[in-house]
């Protein structure tokens, strides 16, 4: 596809996307403001989705045929994967530096992890269809590894390794192992059974917005837009971090499918994620929830422009 009718493609698929997920967010807000939702039943509903509906969505992700091909190159995604949050680490934690009186977990955390799933999945499904989501899978589970192990620990602040193992037997990485275990082995669900948890996933999406939209009622909007901090964090969220994984990906010689579904995963606005876990673990949510929603609205016009980039920089090398 031209680079030209790429830019328009994804541009149009990332504003429905963003629309879909603002209209959802409005209906969170409703739903606290006219107390449909209290304050501890929004904590419930961050719990099931952590526990139980983002397992499945991973689970699901790796019912595919296994093909020699896939195989290869999903361990190049796997590796590339890896490699893109080395890169964003260590790049937020060099330019988020500890001060007193700042929430410097929840930036980070919110520069480093990605909506991957909501936004990266439709634009990769259009941009190179079924193999390139299959590749993006690979990423969402290195995210939910990392998510689950260096952001629980983040947010948290938990740091003993107690804390750590008991990370390995949570549901999502309980899930990702079973998931890699059938797709490799060729084990598929039953019709049935597969329709029952499809259906669990796609509950992912408007849940994890309805908490984020109950949370975000309390947002005094005027004093969100003066905060530059937020403006600090879309920044290295959504152009700076992917601008670097971009430069280095063009080092090697790589499937043009795999670099573009793991950079446009590595591109996506701030995980809806981080405010879930404050929520859990009774941090500043609506700091969470504000970084959220902005760099959300603001991925509209970068995420397109990631691509561009990538282009331009392969015809360079």
Known sequence: ?????????????????????????????????????????????????????????????????????????????????????VIMIFTAYILIPKRENRETAIERFSSIYSNCGFMGIPLVNALLGTKGVFYLTAFITIFNIIVWTHGVILISGEKNFKSIIKVFYSPVILSIALGIVMFLTHIKFPTVAANALSSIASLNTPLAMLVSGVTIADTNVPALIKKFSIYYISFLKLILLPAAVTAVFALFNIDESVRISVIIAASAPSAAMCTLQCIRYGKNSLYASEIFAASTIISVITLPLVVQFDYFINTIY
């Open 1 to 85: 596809m031209p680079i030209k009718e790429v830019y328009m493609e994804g541009t149009k698929i990332i504003l429905n996307q963003t629309l879909m997920m603002l209209i959802i967010i409005f209906t969170g807000v409703i739903c606290k403001k006219t107390k449909i939702i209290s304050e501890n039943g929004n904590k419930e509903l961050s719990k099931l989705v952590l526990t139980v509906v983002n397992p499945v969505v991973i689970l699901m992700a790796y019912q595919t045929d296994y093909r020699p091909e896939l195989a290869k190159n999903l361990l190049i995604a796997f590796g590339l994967s890896v490699l893109a949050f």
